[in-house]
């Protein structure tokens, strides 16, 4: 049985982050993610401010940057009943538009495609050699006792293995197995809405959105009815609805992740 100071489940936004800052602290890390890969769809897209200057004290910040949403498509959210119909109405992004932050920091909020911003978060936590990464790997059942966790990992090749760990850390998801398995609770709703990831094999949409900048490389559902801010960032009020990405690869190249 193999010893780790702490395991991480989940290779998100937040197991990644954890990764990287406990590397920074000299801790070894065994991070777990089910997956074959960190995520390929946009889904979340919202980075609030306190999460940038996170972020950004790893030297991400010009990469994060470089792949966001210009900060101009953030000020307003738009109401239609299609991406190229007419406009219903319109709200103020408040807290997302930008300088609405900088009494209390030097940092604005981001709207990135999550595909983006994981790999981003993967080159830099894989950079650190006290940091150990493993893909399609799940941790199915773990124990716990008065000195520690023992969890038991499995292969994609059915394979197990058995881990000692003093900290264990679930951050596979609001909807998180492990804590559930934990009997943590949680209290408040915790479905506020749904999203649905649309993606084309290729070319332009056949509509362009209403006050959305350049066309992004996403097709739309006529039918939808959809929730949008000026920056192409669809949010959908129903489960019809479509994400947008912006025009861009997959994931930008690494700026480097500062130690």
């Known amino acids: 049985m193999s010893e780790v100071p702490v395991v991480i489940c989940g290779a998100g936004p937040v197991g990644l982050t954890m990764s990287i800052l406990l590397s920074r602290m000299g801790i070894p890390t065994l991070l777990v993610e089910r997956r074959e890969s960190v995520s390929t769809l946009p889904r979340a897209r919202g980075i609030m401010s306190r999460t940038v200057e996170i972020w950004s004290h790893f030297g991400l910040y010009p990469e994060m940057t470089e792949f966001s949403l ?4 953030c000020q307003e959210f738009l109401y239609l009943d299609t991406l190229a119909g007419e406009l219903i109405g319109a709200m103020p992004s408040n807290c997302m538009a930008p300088d609405a932050q900088q009494e209390t920091t030097a940092y604005e909020f981001r709207c990135a495609a999550q595909d983006q911003i994981d790999s981003m978060l993967w080159r830099c936590a ?7 990464i493993r893909f399609s790997t799940e941790l199915v059942e773990h124990s716990q006792d008065d000195d520690g966790v023992t969890v038991t990992l499995q292969q994609a090749d059915g394979s197990q293995e058995l881990v000692r760990t003093s900290w264990l850390v679930g951050a596979d998801g609001g909807r998180s197995p492990l804590r559930e398995a934990s009997g943590i609770t949680s209290t408040g709703p915790t479905a506020l809405g749904s999203f649905v990831n649309k ?7 056949a509509v362009r959105p209403r006050c959305c900048g350049p066309l992004p490389t996403a097709t739309s559902d006529a039918s939808s009815r959809l929730t949008a801010n000026s920056g192409g960032c669809v949010r959908s009020c129903s489960t019809r609805g479509s994400t947008l990405r912006r025009a861009g690869p997959a994931s930008a190249s690494s700026a480097g992740c500062a130690t």
């Open 70 to 73: 210009p900060p101009s498509w």
């Open 126 to 132: 894989a950079a650190y050699p006290l940091a150990e």
């Open 199 to 205: 993606t084309s094999a290729g070319g332009q949409p």
